[in-house]
């Protein structure tokens, strides 16, 4: 893997001066740099080529890619199952966790899926997007996001206004990519006081995605973040207080969220549903829970 300095992802973002502009079509970019942060994870690094100011992307905002798929094992077919989508260009979206408007450039954390004996042909975009060459080009849109955070403690979800002085992040692998701008700009603001309580659930402690930057945030008062790995792990980690061996429950929910004002849960759908019906059973309101 690649030496990585992630004090730039600890580091406060510069904000752009104008507002972020959603465009009609997607505009080209071009493939800077790819660096390997886990064994599955890379970071990927996009420069704007367009010849417009860059207006960057808000906090919860995305990119959308148009890319050709990775290459399939059988016509017709994606992962043993039928397949319809396009056979030149897909369309994923990826969330950005740095912005550098200065230089254009936008950074993101991507899980690359290999084909594997369950999934024979592994991730359509993920794959290609490991394998496309530095310094081509691809197409994108940015979009926006259900989650927005604007001002101090308010956060918007949909048509939703939720006004909160501590609030939980529950993560599922790289749905961290969605709350680490907004943790970054919380803790880099000094007007802002949110508290944030981050769960980021994992398979392993080498796929904890940015693990050295989260670690680097120094906001012990408001920021509080825990690493809930399923192997068994070494004491040495356990005596951290930052990583908990074993699977998101009851306990663990109880003990680090269950006071919190709101909480946000972004992962894979079965994850989100896990996660939302223990904190209903916990007798937590529902409208104080938003999966994503």
């Known amino acids: 893997m690649n030496n990585i300095d992630y004090a730039i992802y600890s580091s406060k973002e510069i904000q752009s001066s104008t507002q972020a502009i959603y465009t009609d079509g997607p505009c080209n970019f071009t493939i800077v740099d790819r660096k390997y ?25 995305h990119l959308r890619f148009f890319i050709p798929p990775a290459p399939r094992s059988v016509e017709n077919q994606w992962n043993g199952a039928n397949d319809i989508e396009s056979r030149e260009l897909i369309k994923r979206v990826y969330t ?49 996001g259900k989650l927005h955070y604007k001002t101090p403690s308010q956060f918007a979800f949909q048509s939703s206004i939720f006004t909160v002085k501590k609030v939980a992040f529950i993560a599922g692998g790289t749905g961290i990519t969605l709350f680490y701008r907004i943790i970054s700009n919380i803790i880099h603001n000094p007007s802002d006081n949110t508290e944030i ?33 399923k192997p068994a792990v070494t004491a040495d980690y356990i005596n951290s207080g930052t990583i908990v061996s074993g699977f998101i429950n009851k306990e663990i929910l109880t003990t680090k969220v269950k006071d919190c004002c709101h909480t946000f849960i972004c992962g894979p759908k079965p994850f989100n549903k896990y996660i939302h019906e223990l904190l209903i059973e916990l007798g937590v309101a529902n409208d104080r829970i938003t999966p994503i």
């Open 37 to 61: 942060i886990t064994p599955t994870v890379f970071i990927l690094i996009l420069k704007d080529n367009n010849n417009t100011p860059f207006t960057g992307v808000e906090l919860g905002g």
């Open 96 to 144: 950005p966790i740095f912005v550098d408007p200065q230089n254009k450039l936008l950074h993101f954390a991507i899980r690359v899926y290999e084909p594997c004996e369950e999934f024979c042909d592994g991730g359509k975009c993920s794959r290609s997007l490991a394998n496309l060459p530095l310094n081509s080009e691809v197409s994108c849109q940015v979009v926006p």
């Open 197 to 229: 309580i981050l769960l980021f659930s994992v398979r392993n402690i080498d796929e904890i995605i940015l693990h050295q930057a989260l670690e680097q945030f120094d906001s012990p008062l408001l920021f509080k973040k825990y690493f809930i790995t």
